[in-house]
């Protein structure tokens, strides 16, 4: 199934960044992209989004298991009603499994995108793709609500 192809090259394309990030650059040492906009910044993080759960890896790990099954089971689901909606799990599928193979291998999160322009946390490309996925998400459920209304006009 494509959708699992392209939950595993996001998945290779975080990894191949955070391995570069690990194996380059020290903690803590930043590398500007764009000037005033964007840095490569090494970066861990020991528990979930904007640095809460810290030190709370089990129960991330947990909580993880329980939202992949529920991801792939959706995708199974609509593979063929929706096609937006089952890239977009995809997307979330392979971003989670990035922080998840982190979490068990690691033992913490790799994060290394910083936007300097204003004061956001580090994140990394799993978070890239899960936003992106979520995105498509809404864009899907907006889409079939909208089509929806017009059929009831």
Not at 8 to 31: N, P, T
Not at 64 to 82: E, S, W
Not at 126 to 147: E, H, M, N, Q
């Amino acid at each position: 199934m494509y959708l699992y192809l392209i939950s595993l090259c996001a998945l290779m394309i975080d990894q191949f960044v955070k391995w570069f990030v690990v194996r380059e650059m020290v903690i803590g040492e930043s590398s500007v992209l764009i000037d005033g906009i964007l840095s490569l910044t090494s970066h861990r993080n020991k528990g979930a989004a904007f640095g809460i759960l810290q030190n709370q890896i089990w129960f991330l790990i947990i909580v993880t298991v329980i939202i992949l099954a529920f991801i792939v089971y959706f995708l199974h689901k609509t593979y063929m009603n929706n096609k937006l909606k089952s890239v977009a799990l995809a997307f979330v599928l392979g971003g989670a499994l990035g922080n998840f193979s982190d979490r068990i291998f690691r033992g913490e999160v790799v994060d290394m995108v910083e936007i300097t322009f204003i004061n956001y946390p580090i994140f990394n490309i799993a978070d890239c793709f899960i936003v992106c996925g979520t995105i498509l998400l809404f864009i899907s459920s907006w889409s079939r609500i909208k089509r929806e209304g017009e059929g009831n006009e």
